[in-house]
């Protein structure tokens, strides 16, 4: 699975940085949107609409999205089974707006919930304290 991020939000990137060290498997390459070469080794994703939700290509060539991703990604590392109730169908809808809304303002987000972050060139780390 190929999954197309944005290495520019800090809690995207920490979730991809742990989705990676729990993929034993090599089964998953994650993909910066902010790369710059990215639209070159990637003309077929339309990188607009991938910043605006999380793309992933499976093995098979099919497109996913959004929450989907994030859901098949953990299940195939084997991890946080628990995100399979996301997919119920009453609760898929809910959980569908509550990520349209996080991925519209995941940058405002990320600086509320993560303030010590900030992310350039797709890495994200953290502030020490003096720096600007």
Known sequence: ??????????????EMQQLKQAD????IVLEDL?????????????????????????QSGEMIYGLDVTYQAW????K????????????????????????KYRHPISRFLMPKTQCSNGQCEIKVKGDK
């Open 75 to 78: 299940k195939l590392v084997g």
């Open 1 to 14: 699975m190929i999954i197309f991020y944005d290495g520019n939000c800090p809690l995207c990137s920490t």
């Open 24 to 27: 034993i498997k090599k089964q």
């Open 34 to 58: 902010n790369a710059a070469d990215f639209c070159e080794r990637y003309p077929a994703i339309n990188k607009v609409k991938a910043m605006r939700f999380l793309h992933a290509q499976k």
């Open 80 to 103: 946080h089974r628990w995100l399979k109730v996301l997919r119920l169908p009453i609760i898929r809808f809910f959980a569908d707006c509550g990520y349209q809304f996080f991925a």
